[in-house]
């Protein structure tokens, strides 16, 4: 089974860990990992240097737009970077993942 990971970056710790919860919650994504990164980017006409903190969350593919939907109800950016990489996993982390996710 081919699943999706979704890359999701946040002005903060406790946005990233508040979406992870939020779709977890909602049974949209079996879970997901919260880290810090150091962002650089074109916004308004110039480059802004930023620390961020990144989400990533796991769930079927079927479910990406509800991410997306989910996502940009509760993001606090003007427009939120989402991102869908489809992966693969051992048979049975996939099942697991399978059997916690709507």
Request: charged share 35%.
């Amino acid at each position: 089974m081919t699943f999706i990971l979704c890359y999701i970056t946040n002005s903060n710790e406790q946005e990233a860990l508040k979406i992870i919860r939020h779709l977890t919650e909602k049974r949209i994504v079996a879970c997901g990992n919260a880290f810090p990164v150091k962002s650089a980017y074109w916004w308004k006409g110039k480059i802004d240097n930023t620390d961020e903190w990144v989400a990533i969350v796991k769930t079927k593919e079927k479910n990406w737009k509800r991410v997306k939907e989910e996502v940009k109800k509760i993001h606090s950016y003007e427009i939120p970077c989402i991102i869908k990489i489809k992966v693969e996993a051992n048979e049975d982390y996939e099942k697991w993942l399978n059997n916690e996710v709507k």
